[in-house]
């Protein structure tokens, strides 16, 4: 379609969601936080009981999502979730309910719906792969497993949650395996998309990088 989309895709804690938000504030575009889905079946299964291994139930639960995203705050059927749905315990279960073709199909019709003029900018793992491949803008947003371990370190001491830095980079590593050895929609880097490194760059700097390649295309 002509409404315009930017993909950044890229491994767990790289720094996506926050470019994505500034870059999509920036230009008026919607944003899609498509990792947000992902950890939602996962704790809407945690809650009804489902294994993160059954693939049917999951794929229904997926189907089924009744979730309002409203002022920066997450409901799950009536429930708030905005924290539940960052823990760590969100982000593992995410990582293992992706992999099933079927939720990953359950999905996507509910990620092509926030596609809404003037354009709209998507995070996540395929959004330039399998969601939009006609992205008019593809980022792979990366940087070392190190400082992202550390980048996720502070947050959580920020917030006042006790970490483990070694136990956090463990689950980072992980989830990249799951994410870029799955079957369905593995994390690539495409050709097509611009390699954004931010291991030492700032966050001004990154979403200044994705602001400039637009405006080039434009
Ligand atoms: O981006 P975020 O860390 O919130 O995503 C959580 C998990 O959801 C990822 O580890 C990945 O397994 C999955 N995911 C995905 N495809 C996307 C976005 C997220 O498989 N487009």
Redesign the pocket.
Known sequence: GGIPVIAI?GP??SG??TVAARVAAALGFHLL???????LTAVAAIKAGVALDDEAALTQIAAGLDVRFADGATWLAGEEVSDAMRSEA??VG??????FGGV?AALLGR?RAFRQAPGLV??????GS??FPDAALKVFLTASVEIRAERRYKQLIEKGVSANLESLSQDLRE??E??RN?AH?P?VQLPDALLLDTSSMSADAAVRFVLDAWRERN
């Open positions: 895709d767990s804690a996506k969601g936080d498509s990792g947000a889905l992902y950890r969100a982000s995410a990582s293992k309910v992706a992999v990953r990620q998507g995070d996540g793992r395929d959004m399998v969601v989830r990249d799951r994410d799955r929609a994390l």
